[in-house]
């Protein structure tokens, strides 16, 4: 029952592995390419998400609820669809970069809907693209291109918040004891384990808050937490 689990839990990897098998069968060379090709994105994915979780932490920290909800949330209607806009075009980075800070952005009250926007501004109109887009295909063909694909997205934008809701969207969160620990967040560096080994554990390479039934010390609970790089524990009396 264990093994049909952990076949399930990584279900993705393993239809992955049977693609890389395959193609290494049938035509080796492809297989060989797409394994080099693999190897970069994922050294590209090492350099650049750490720095994203801490940059998204940060933010996360930084910037209260009130304020997401207020300029991305349900209620900003226009508002809201242009700061989104804005805030994908602007976007440096691959569109992986985007996933950490979406999570961020809807658990603080952004919307399915700007969160769509976001995400699609980032992959396909961000002003460094498009300045390349004008260099190689001319202004004319840009113009056109970003003003219906601006409208695409803000149709399908539309169209996904009304299937999508928010308790579909995943958030890898543990409460536990008033503690909250953000596993998105969490980069493995075993900080909280050391310092606080009877409240918080390792499983595999994320840490976990372990069931307890003692007296926190806020102390050490409190520079545990500060210790934490990119500040996924937070505690609420």
């Keep these: 029952m264990k093994i049909l689990k952990k ?9 992955v592995a049977a693609a890389y098998i395959l193609m290494f069968l049938i035509k080796p060379t492809m297989g060989v390419t797409s394994m080099k ?36 949330g349900k209620e900003s ?9 804005v805030l994908g ?3 440096a980075g691959p569109i992986y970069a985007a996933f950490p800070m979406c999570v961020m952005l809807h658990k603080k009250g952004a919307s399915v809907r700007n969160l769509v926007i976001i995400l699609s501004s980032w992959a396909v109109i ?12 001319g202004m004319k063909f840009m113009a056109i291109r970003w003003v219906l694909t601006v409208i695409a ?23 536990t004891n008033g503690l909250t ?31 307890f039934d003692f007296e926190i010390d806020r102390e050490r609970l409190s520079q545990t937490i500060m210790a ?7 505690y609420n009396e």
């Excluded at 970069?40 to 350099?47: A, D, V």
């Excluded at 961000?126 to 295909?137: D, G």
């Design 153 to 175: 997205i803000v149709v399908f934008s539309w169209v996904t918040a009304k299937i999508v809701k928010d308790e579909d969207i995943v958030q890898k969160e543990e409460k």
């Design 7 to 15: 076949a399930k839990d990584n279900i993705f990897l393993i239809v």
């Design 181 to 211: 620990l953000n596993k998105e967040f969490c980069m493995g560096c075993t900080m909280c384990s050391r310092n606080y080994p009877e409240i918080f554990g390792m499983q595999g390479k994320k840490a976990y808050v372990k069931s």
């Design 126 to 137: 961000k002003v460094p693209m498009l300045l390349n887009e004008v260099k190689f295909l």
């Design 228 to 234: 934490c790089p990119v500040q996924a524990i937070h």
């Design 77 to 85: 209607k226009v508002n809201g669809i242009i700061l989104s806009f």
């Design 89 to 91: 075009s602007i976007s």
């Design 37 to 72: 090709n693999s190897a970069y994105y994922i050294k590209e994915m090492l350099m650049i998400m750490p720095v994203i979780f801490v940059l998204t932490a940060l933010l996360d920290t930084w910037i209260a609820k009130e304020k997401i909800t207020k300029y991305l």
